[in-house]
């Protein structure tokens, strides 16, 4: 069974820090998604990363897939309060329906 | 451009009562499409997936069902709910291993 462990489970931070997200696996994946969702809403996708060393980065965000496709990580500087939100990875498991497989998430709270 | 529809956005059922949540993709054709659930705060749990008409496949036991009368339909229904059965649903849509778009989920609270 693959399986994605999501580090910290919750983070409360001040606005301006900068901070990691950390997605692990002890399993290939073929890509790696991230998602943020906000309460009483469904996830949004993020980024999608797919080749092993691949750096993305959407603004103040940068993902990044490990050279093994087994994990990825999450960084966002100078976070504000609008980061606030729970961000979970997802992977494509075996086979060819799409499913994809989702860390636990991590809670992010940004302070003002 | 597609858009998922997911209704209701909240319900309140007495235990034993029957449910049925509705899903519906507009703008595309033959989606896979998939139920989860979710626990306040946490990851999303699969229970069934589908890539057709008529096709399920369920990855957990439980008491629930799913069927797939259309092509852009996908439906999630119990005869007799339980407690435990409380949790945020959320339905979405994908074509092979892309991204996933999400519904706006329903919050389904079993009295």
């Known amino acids: 069974t693959q399986l994605l462990e999501q580090s910290p489970q919750f983070l409360s931070i001040q606005e301006g820090e900068n901070l990691t997200v950390y997605c692990n696996s002890s399993s290939v994946f073929s890509s790696l998604q991230w998602y943020r969702q906000e309460p009483g809403e469904g996830p949004v996708l993020l980024v999608t990363?797919?080749?092993?060393?691949e750096v993305k980065k959407l603004k103040r965000l940068t993902f990044q897939f490990g050279d093994a496709r087994k994990d990825s990580s999450l960084h966002i500087t100078a976070a504000q309060p609008g980061d606030t939100g729970l961000y979970l990875c997802?992977?494509?498991?075996?086979?060819?329906?799409?499913?994809?497989?989702f860390g636990q998430g991590t809670t992010l709270q940004v302070k003002p | 451009s597609q858009t998922i529809h997911q209704w209701p956005a909240t319900l309140v059922q007495p235990v034993g009562s029957p449910l049925s949540l509705e899903c519906t993709v507009e703008?595309?054709?033959?989606?896979?499409l998939y139920w989860y659930r979710q626990a306040a705060g946490r990851g999303l749990q699969l229970l069934f997936y589908?890539?057709?008409?008529?096709?399920i496949s369920s990855e957990v036991p439980q008491n629930l069902s799913a069927s797939r009368p259309q092509d852009r339909q996908f439906i999630l229904s119990s005869k007799k709910l339980l407690l435990s059965d409380s949790s945020f649903y959320l339905c979405a849509w994908s074509y092979g291993n892309y991204g996933y778009t999400f519904g706006s989920g329903t919050r389904l609270t079993v009295v």
């Open positions: 997802a992977g494509h498991g075996s086979g060819n329906t799409g499913k994809l497989i």
């Open positions: 990363v797919v080749t092993g060393g």
């Open positions: 589908s890539v057709g008409i008529g096709q």
């Open positions: 703008g595309t054709s033959n989606p896979n």
